[in-house]
């Protein structure tokens, strides 16, 4: 929270050149379906939550825009590509995906539905494993080292390169 009771939301990029701060209650939480968002994302939907008006601002560089339409540019991070936003004349929504904590924002609402592809319905019924349980990269998956920004600010980012 903010020191004037406004809740506090943080996020950025998966590389970190990009950050943001919102304060004020998120609007519209939505996913949506249709074709142009699909390919934004290179995924099923795009999951959004609009800023309040004048609650956005970047901490860290900013997105590039890319103009999907007359109507609407999306915002990205020119280093690593992470889809961040949805601008439009009613405002400017972000990708929940790229808040520090997008576990603390739920989808209200759908839209673009007629786009939505015919398996995501399904996508709850396959057959589901935690990453841990997958034996044959068990090797592969301990040798990882993350290069990603972590899901809070940092003072300096990026972090030295190792060897």
């Not at 609407?72 to 790229?98: H, K, N, Q």
């Not at 015919?118 to 996508?123: E, Q, S």
Request: net charge negative; aromatic share 8%; hydrophobic share 35%.
């Amino acid at each position: 929270m903010s020191l004037d009771n406004k809740p506090v939301y943080t996020g950025g990029c998966q590389c970190g050149a990009v950050r943001f701060r919102i304060e004020g209650a998120l609007l519209n939480a939505s996913i949506c379906h249709c074709r142009m968002c699909q390919k934004a994302f290179g995924n099923f939907y795009a999951p959004l939550a609009t800023a309040p008006e004048g609650g956005l601002s970047w901490t860290r560089g900013e997105p590039k825009l890319f103009r999907s339409s007359n109507h609407v540019s999306r915002g990205f991070c020119a280093e690593c590509g992470t889809p961040l936003t949805y601008e439009a004349p009613d405002g400017v929504a972000l990708a929940i995906g790229a808040f520090d904590h997008p576990e603390e924002i739920a989808p209200t609402i759908q839209f673009g539905v007629e786009g939505r592809l015919p398996y995501v319905d399904a996508i709850p019924a396959l057959p589901a494993r935690v990453t841990e349980d997958d034996m044959e990269a068990a090797a592969f998956l301990a040798s990882v080292e993350s290069c990603q920004h972590p899901d809070h600010d940092t003072e300096n980012w990026p972090r030295e390169k190792r060897p």
